[in-house]
């Protein structure tokens, strides 16, 4: 049990590594910090699991549950969903003008620079021409957090079951 626990939890890891990777890339500072206290809490719930710590296991399940929240959310962003839109500077906490690594490096995406405007600043981002994407940036960005959620609910019954087994254990320890 303890291994198969540990080998979800590192596959859990390198997905949120791989995420962090591409936020980086586009400098979303929000998913980046997300990112950063989702690979702490993924650590320590590896930890809780390989010592036998059910509090740790718990935390772990508590920020799994707010994780797929800010999956569900990311979701509806990128595909604006009640009023949200995916052109704005959100996800960047309003310092930049940078938008999704995706949105110019997705599978198929010739990336152009155009001249800029008279009234373009030189960091805008607005003269970058974006043709024959396979697959749209905002689409890559709902997998990735569709697969994000799938990750989270099986991490999720399996950290429940961890702690009732853990808590089975102590009982009958208590008793004797």
């Known amino acids: 049990m303890q291994h198969y626990h540990g080998n979800f939890i590192k596959t859990r890891r390198i997905s949120a590594l791989e995420r962090q990777i591409f936020d980086f890339l586009g400098f979303q500072w929000a998913p980046i910090l997300g990112n950063f206290l989702h690979i702490i809490v993924v650590i320590l719930g590896l930890f809780g699991t390989i010592q ?6 718990m935390v772990y399940t508590v920020w799994t549950a707010l994780w797929v929240t800010w999956n569900v959310f990311i979701i509806c962003f990128y595909l604006e969903v009640g009023g949200l839109s995916k052109d704005t500077d959100l996800m960047t906490f309003n310092i930049s003008v940078h938008r999704s690594w995706w949105r110019e490096h997705g599978p198929g995406c010739v990336r152009r620079v155009l001249p800029p405007s008279a009234h373009g600043m030189m960091d805008d981002y607005t003269y970058v021409s974006v043709t024959g994407c396979i697959v749209d940036f905002q689409y890559l960005e709902v997998i990735h957090s569709a697969v994000q959620i799938l ?8 950290a429940c079951y961890v702690i009732s087994i853990s808590m089975e254990e102590e009982d009958t320890c208590r008793n004797k």
């Open 52 to 57: 036998y710590r059910p509090r740790y296991i």
């Open 151 to 158: 990750l989270s609910l099986v991490g999720f019954v399996y």
